[in-house]
């Protein structure tokens, strides 16, 4: 499912991603925050520091070995973890459900560029990558998948209010 784009209140906006799971919320949680499962379905990230105002690394994997350190905005165990993301911030939230839980993304976004779509399109295939992974399924980044995504995510971006 496309995620929702609305301008928010702020004068920026907000992308929200909603992926109802049949796993706990400690096995999602861990998924999420676990470095071993954590580079599974975002390989570019790695938990440094798990706390509020710990710290996210970000690796360019551009083969410099440079890491951006992404601060650490909120956190809840089993909960909430939201951290920076460039200019921008990213949400995740986990609400138990009697089958599992709903996991919801929320990024907020600042400034719509030629880049946000790209960036919705690969939480989009992070978030598939993700599922396949409670699954006990590894998947490739499908780069066709996301070409397909990114499409539909750039139709959306064009049609949001400046």
């Known amino acids: 499912m496309l995620a929702v784009i609305e301008k928010a209140d702020n004068g920026g906006y907000f992308a929200r991603f909603e992926r109802p799971l ?3 919320v400690e096995k999602v949680w861990a998924a999420l925050t676990e470095n ?3 580079e599974k379905w975002m390989p570019n990230l790695q938990v440094d520091d798990l706390r509020k105002g710990g710290t996210i690394k970000f690796d360019m994997k ?10 650490i905005l909120d956190f809840e165990e ?7 993301w460039g200019n921008d911030r990213v949400r995740f939230e986990l ?6 839980c709903l996991l919801v993304l929320k990024e907020y ?8 779509s790209k960036d919705l399109a690969g939480w989009h295939v992070c978030l598939d990558a993700f599922s396949a992974l409670l699954e006990g399924r590894f998947m490739d980044f499908p780069k066709a998948e ?9 139709a959306s971006v064009k049609q949001m209010p400046q």
């Open 22 to 24: 049949k796993h706990s």
């Open 62 to 71: 551009d083969g410099s070995g440079t890491f951006i350190d992404m601060k």
């Open 78 to 84: 089993y909960s909430v973890l939201e951290y920076e």
């Open 109 to 116: 976004i600042n400034t719509l560029t030629d880049h946000t």
């Open 36 to 38: 071993d499962k954590l």
């Open 95 to 100: 609400y138990p459900q009697p089958d599992g």
């Open 146 to 154: 996301w070409e397909k995504w990114h499409d539909k995510y750039a």
